[in-house]
């Protein structure tokens, strides 16, 4: 082959075989261009670069010439090696996030650890009861002082402008020291307020039930018998029995009998059914107080005893207490347990078919079977058929007779006992302590806070305020008579609450330095003793249940109707079923009532799971219940066959007023076995009729 110029050299080429000093990719007919044949001090412009770069070994490109690696969205496969991590990395926890956006959250539950505390007005819609801690109980009293003070200071700023009386002596009893002296009145140091008080006697004395056969109080001096259902009207008095107030176990008399030796004494009632104790459950109790022993023979407290087969029991010469079948059978204590001078109280209690036992003072002292019949003799209290002698009369008193067709017991028991409590007194007087005038004076006014706490007082009648300026005598006895009422009581007007303030208009009174106010209360309550509400209550008790089935019968006629049987127009039962949750039996009352107390009636000694009292106010009674108690297994009890009466006292303790109460189930079977056929409220120490309360009371001289 020909060349123009020099012919080249075999390779390496160097410049001077290259005519115009560059080599195109053109001039590269065949072969590869291998590393080797580039040198190293030779640049490739990386936009001659097409294609996936694989692998370069120390490429010596720039940074923008490689693909960029801070950016996680190129990192599409493989591990990250721990140290290509930070140590403070947010764990999924949240642990480590800071400015977090919550707009951010979308799912899922942040844990209470990472919720800080949370402002009041943050909060939005209801919290559930159940999310609410009990916050501590905040003392009131500062601020009943100062709204009592308040009302004072207005009424006394009005009566100085009035009437020109510029001094005055403010008092809102929160303590003694502006109180001279109390007549049957009391001061409430907790809500600061003087009302009339004295120690009441709440009688033991029994209240007649359905079960009640026969009641003697021995109160009046016909011996009247005091049974509702059963009522025996007046007994015959044989011999020279006497109402007499030497000694008396409950009210002001009892019956003494045996007092003359001349003839047989005793109360007599006709032969009747209600005598007939052969085949039934039967109680018969009573306070006996002997003045002796019978010297021979026997005295009879109650008995039918007429001849062989008649049922009584009596005390014996020896002091034993006996009760059995002429004739045929008895039971009886040791000897020396009837004491002599002292009241006890026996029961004679026949519970079922045959089962008799004999209590003292509720401590259980004879047991035996039978000892009850069916006769045709009359009953006589204090003595036997007057046929015989005079020495089966009783030598002693006797009160509170009962006779029932129940087992009142069948295991030890507290007997009936008057018991003492702190209640409104219908009359008191409360007289301030004595301020001095710089001046005689003439003229005195008032301001009084009140509040009725029950019924409507009439001030100037129900409770009249007095003013002086020349008071006599000395604490606690006053002796002067220089008081005038208050020449008029302005109008009402409520000032916090139900507390009233009442302006007292300008009074004329004996001239002097003596300043003092005087308050008198009348017609206030008396209150009304705990006792068992018993006979048909339907119109005043209405009842409801939610979450049990009934099998037979009806609520309100088998609970609250006063009749004790095992029938369906007069009792109810369930089937036997789990309630449901929340079940209940709710009492609804006509008016509010405190229960402390109450007798279930049922015919078995079945339990239905348990169960709690609880009370509400709240209208309608949906809602609003407060626990009364603790829980407690209902049903059960005594000793069949009998009705059997549990003593539902788990409402002991309650001092509220509630028109709603329920029995709420909590958990367990109820049975289909009982019959359920009464239930019996003890309503508490409750109050009926007027009670004022001086809440504060200030004086313009």
């Not at 923008?64 to 990250?80: K, R, V």
């Not at 029994?206 to 059963?230: G, I, P, Q, V, W």
């Not at 409590?421 to 005038?437: D, E, F, I, K, W």
């Not at 009705?643 to 309650?654: C, K, T, V, Y």
Request: proline share 3%; with cysteine; charged share 15%.
């Amino acid at each position: 082959m020909g060349y123009i110029g020099k012919q080249p050299t075999k390779v390496p080429l160097t410049s001077e075989d290259i005519v115009d000093e560059s080599i195109e990719s053109a001039d590269i007919k065949e072969g590869t261009i291998v590393n080797s044949d580039i040198n190293a001090a030779a640049g490739i412009v990386t936009s001659k670069v097409t294609g996936a770069v694989t692998s370069i070994t120390s490429h010596g490109l720039a940074t923008s010439a490689t693909t960029d690696t801070t950016n996680a969205d190129n990192i599409g496969s493989g591990t990250l090696p721990d140290a290509r991590l930070p140590a403070t990395l947010p764990a999924k926890s949240g642990v480590n996030l800071t400015a977090l956006n919550a707009s951010e959250i979308t799912s899922g539950t942040i844990p209470e650890a990472r919720i800080t505390t949370l402002d009041s007005t943050k909060l939005t819609g209801t919290i559930a009861v159940g999310r609410l801690s009990n916050a501590p109980a905040t003392d009131l009293t500062p601020v009943h002082q100062g709204i009592a003070t308040l009302g004072l200071h207005i009424g006394v700023a009005d009566n100085k402008a009035a009437f020109n009386l510029p001094n005055a002596f403010i008092d809102t009893f929160e303590d003694d020291t502006g109180i001279a002296t109390e007549t049957d009145t009391d001061r409430d140091s907790s809500g600061e307020y003087v009302v009339t008080s004295s120690e009441i006697t709440v009688s033991g004395a029994y209240t007649a039930d359905a079960n009640t056969l026969l009641l003697l109080h021995m109160e009046d001096t016909a011996f009247t018998d005091s049974s509702t259902a059963t009522n025996k009207g007046d007994p015959t008095i044989n011999g020279s029995v006497t109402r007499s107030s030497t000694q008396a176990k409950f009210g002001t008399y009892s019956a003494l009998v045996g007092s003359s030796t001349s003839n047989a004494d005793s109360l007599e009632f006709a032969d009747h059914a209600h005598w007939d104790a052969g085949s039934i459950s039967y109680t018969i109790d009573y306070w006996l107080y002997l003045i002796a022993l019978p010297p021979s023979a026997q005295t009879y407290p109650v008995s039918r005893f007429s001849g062989s087969g008649d049922w009584g029991n009596y005390v014996d010469a020896n002091g034993a207490m006996r009760h059995g079948i002429w004739g045929v059978s008895e039971i009886y204590t040791s000897n020396s347990v009837v004491p002599i001078g002292s009241w006890h109280h026996w029961a004679i209690v026949k519970n079922g078919g045959s089962d008799t036992k004999i209590y003292k003072d509720g401590v259980q002292v004879a047991t035996g079977s039978g000892n009850f019949s069916d006769c045709s003799s009359a009953l006589w209290i204090g003595g036997q058929n007057t046929s015989l002698t005079s020495t089966s009369s009783l030598n002693g008193y006797i009160d509170e007779v009962r006779i029932s067709n129940i087992a009142r017991w069948t295991t030890g028991f507290t007997p009936n006992a008057d018991s003492t409590t702190t209640g409104t007194n219908a009359t008191g007087t409360l007289v301030s302590t004595v301020q001095t005038a710089p001046t005689a004076t003439t003229e005195v006014s008032g301001v009084i806070l009140y509040t009725n706490a029950s019924g409507t007082n009439v001030l100037g009648t129900d409770l009249k305020i007095y003013l002086t300026a020349n008071l006599q005598g000395t604490t606690p006895n006053w002796t002067g008579t220089n008081w005038t009422e208050a020449a008029s009581y302005g109008t009402a007007q409520t000032f916090s609450g139900t507390t009233k303030q009442v302006k007292l208009g300008k009074t004329t009174v004996t001239s002097g330095t003596a300043i003092a106010m005087k308050a008198v209360w009348a017609n206030q309550v008396a209150i009304i003793a705990s006792a068992y509400e018993t006979g048909d209550r339907s119109s005043t008790i209405t009842v409801t249940s939610a979450g049990l089935t009934i099998a037979g019968g009806s609520l309100n006629s088998g609970l609250v109707d006063g009749s004790i049987t095992t029938s369906a127009s007069t009792a109810l039962n369930w089937t036997t079923h789990t309630p449901a949750s929340g079940a209940y039996l709710q009492f609804a009352l006509s008016t509010a009532k405190i229960f402390t107390d109450a007798k279930w009636y049922q015919d078995t000694l079945d339990t239905h799971g348990t169960w709690q009292w609880q009370g509400s106010n709240t209208a309608g009674g949906a809602s609003g219940y407060s626990n009364i108690g603790s829980t407690f297994t209902l049903g059960g009890g005594g000793t069949m066959p009998a009705w059997a009466i549990s003593q539902l006292d788990e409402l002991n303790g309650n001092t509220t007023a509630y028109l709603y109460y329920r029995l709420a189930w909590q958990s367990g079977a109820v049975s289909y076995n009982s019959w359920l056929g009464e239930i019996e409220f003890k309503v508490g120490l409750d109050v009926a009729g007027k009670v004022a309360q001086l809440n504060g009371w200030a004086v313009n001289y």
